[in-house]
């Protein structure tokens, strides 16, 4: 394995060097992966925040075709590496050809979708490029007074703290935070969120929780305005020391719970009667045009598969509503679920914490309040 | 060949967490577990131990009491530990944990048929990047996310798991691996094993003793080594508290129900 830089002078901590904002595009099979898209939207404020340009890095065999559409959400340009061993996403090659790229290119901020293979990738790439890296982002602002305004709503922070913030004591110096990529992120299960910033460095890099992030609306004029600019790549065999035997699509159709409207979880309150309680779930999911989601317990016991979980651990959603069943409602299953339009929780403990953030709580067995709550819905939806 | 696992010893998130008034995490105050990712990586180790014979060694950076978690792990069945233990490494963010890490593996030793394993991710930061980048800094191959292991000579095969599917990997040895929890089912302690947990050996790896390593340079280990720094750390406001609605009966769900068509939610 090669692990050299080709850009034998690359040194991160020139920080003046760097400009420009570049976000992964990360494809498989040649589709691209949808959260690009929401890294792209994201890209592109933040550039214009710091009046820079937004630029897609893809890599790929005979992909051209994709950047298109990564202009019509915001990119100016796109940076193109093709190569018959980046058909398929190995960590060998693809860190390779990106740092290699980011070493002579010289991006400020490195955005990547925090996806299975994203979450391979950005560790390795910033260890490589001695930089730093957040993981798993949910929030990101360069602007001071958008990250302050973004603090007053979200945080408890004191006001005056907030208004107050303009430096970061850095090696024990006064550090200006105006230019840096402020990263957001849930800690411990989102019960403490923390703000992260990478001042000594560039890129500053970030993985971003697929879901999170808004798609912008699509510009025709901007993508037919895309540049694309190819990268010649140096690869071979020898750069690679592993292979990838085969790469197998799921036969069962994965649930889409980021993408739901309506999304009804079942928790530890179901293991009376497991079949019976996701039964119940599926049927309210159906009434209603939703999913069926659980907690971690739900998972960990084997109830439903990991592409159920709602969590810090599983997915994020958000849909118009949510409803528990039976969930007590963890720090780590709530940071999942809590930007839900409306959360609506069925639980026989009256003190379980699903409650302190529930729009609407019914105290119950759900095995008894489920049953009825879906005839109440067929009716009212009968009636409308 | 040999074995070499990286465990940590976390706050358990899933009782009530304690926090600081400054905001920061009070761990003083909360139980500890070992990770559980981290046990899922224990049991492919001595899985393969079962298999082959070969020695098993569970590595850690923590504080003194990580002690009690080698123990446990040695009453499992791994046949020694290593504590990275150190002030000069308290403060370091992932890019300097896995470079004091990787300066420790690097001193006990890695051979050419040698496996590392590491879990996903821990729990308290959910990060998943120390894997990786010990992987890196010691110029190793990394396979993240396996649900499945075998090894055949020099090489292991791996399924690793994506969000749609899965791949999988031929890698050649000396790599590393991150475990996900559907690898298998963490075994018990045994009481034999917790007998023989006092007799096997601890290795403190300290500062001192990891200073002339190549890879451990004052300027990257540590508060001062991490390329990231926490700029604010704060709660969320507590969402306005909601509505329980009274009873639990037909009454109540269609009173839930109209409300949800009145707010246009259905």
């Known amino acids: 394995m090669n692990m050299i830089l080709s850009n034998p002078d690359y040194d991160s901590t020139n920080l003046e060097e760097f400009k420009n904002i570049w976000v992964f595009c990360e494809q498989r099979g040649g589709q691209m992966m949808p959260t690009t898209y929401e890294l792209i939207s994201e890209g592109r ?15 790929g065999e005979n992909v051209d075709g994709l950047a298109k559409d990564l202009g019509g959400y915001g990119a100016d340009e796109v940076i193109l590496c093709e190569h018959p061993l980046l058909k398929t996403y190995t960590t060998d090659a693809y860190a390779k050809v990106i740092c290699d790229t980011i070493s002579w290119m010289k991006p400020e901020v490195f955005l990547i979708g925090a996806t299975n293979i994203g979450r391979d990738l950005g560790p390795r790439c910033a260890a490589r490029l001695h930089t730093g890296l ?52 849930p800690a411990f299960g989102g019960n403490l969120m923390a703000s992260i910033i990478c001042p000594r460095f560039r890129p500053a890099m970030a993985t971003v929780r697929p879901g999170v992030l808004k798609k912008a609306a699509y510009d025709e004029a901007k993508a037919k305005a895309i540049s694309v600019t190819r990268f010649s790549v140096e690869l071979s065999e020898d750069d690679l020391a592993t292979e990838v035997l085969e790469v197998v699509k799921a036969a069962k159709k994965l649930v889409d719970l980021v993408g739901a409207d309506y999304v009804v979880s079942v928790g530890r309150g179901i293991s009376t009667d497991v079949e019976g309680g996701i039964k119940l779930a599926e049927e309210l999911a159906d009434v209603l045009g939703g999913v069926v989601g659980g907690s971690r317990v739900a998972i960990d016991s084997g109830w439903l598969t990991s592409d159920h979980q709602v969590g810090q651990t599983g ?24 930007e839900s339009e409306c959360i609506v929780a069925v639980n026989k403990n009256e003190g379980a914490p699903i409650f302190d953030i529930a729009d609407y709580g019914i105290c119950g067995d759900l095995f008894k309040v489920t049953p009825m709550l879906i005839e109440a819905v067929k009716a009212a939806k009968a009636a409308k | 060949m040999k074995i070499l696992v990286c465990v940590k010893q976390v706050p358990d998130t899933s009782g009530k967490i304690a ?33 082959t014979g070969c020695p098993v060694y569970a590595v850690t950076m923590g504080p003194p009491p990580a002690e009690s978690m080698l123990r446990e ?37 890695i051979e ?12 308290d930061g959910d990060t998943a990047q120390v894997g990786p980048q010990i992987a890196e800094k010691l110029h190793i191959p990394q396979v993240t996310y396996a649900a499945d292991i075998h090894k055949d000579g020099n090489t292991v095969t791996v399924r690793r798991m994506l ?8 890698v050649k040895t000396p790599c590393l691996i991150t475990c996900i929890k559907e690898l298998n089912t963490p075994r018990y302690m045994s009481v034999a ?9 601890m290795t403190v790896l300290d500062y001192e003793a990891l200073k002339d390593n190549a890879l451990i340079d004052k300027s990257t280990i540590g508060l001062s080594g991490s390329p990231t720094n926490i700029l604010t750390s704060f709660t969320p406001p507590q969402k306005g508290a909601g509505r329980m609605l009274e009873g639990n009966n037909m009454a109540t769900c269609e009173k839930l129900a109209s409300i949800l068509a009145e707010k246009h939610y259905l």
């Open chain 1, 45 to 59: 404020k933040l550039a214009d925040q710091l009046g820079v340009k937004l630029c897609g890095l893809l890599l």
């Open chain 1, 134 to 185: 957040c993981a798993d982002c949910t929030h990101l602002d360069i602007d001071l007074d958008l990250y302050k305004a973004f603090l007053h709503e979200a945080s408890t922070l004191p006001a005056e703290r907030i208004d107050g913030l303009g430096t970061a004591k850095v090696l024990g110096k006064d550090h200006d935070i105006s230019r840096d990529l402020k990263m957001t992120r």
């Open chain 1, 315 to 338: 997915k994020t959603v958000h849909p118009k509503v949510y409803v528990a069943l039976g969930i007590s409602g963890s720090i780590q299953h709530q940071a999942g679920m809590k």
């Open chain 2, 19 to 51: 926090v600081n008034p400054d905001g920061t995490l009070n761990r003083a105050s909360m139980q500890t577990i070992i990770n559980p990712d981290d046990m899922n990586a224990v049991e492919a180790a001595l899985k393969l131990k079962d298999e």
């Open chain 2, 73 to 109: 792990l040695m009453a499992m069945g791994c046949d020694g530990s290593y504590l990275v233990s150190g002030r000069e490494f308290g403060g370091s963010d992932t890019y300097a944990t896995s470079q004091i890490l990787a300066a420790a593996l690097d001193t006990i030793g």
């Open chain 2, 112 to 123: 050419e048929d040698d496996i590392l394993f590491c879990g996903r991710q821990a729990i």
């Open chain 2, 163 to 170: 969000e749609d599917g899965y791949m999988t990997i031929k």
């Open chain 2, 193 to 201: 094993g917790i007998f023989g947990a006092w007799q096997r050996p």
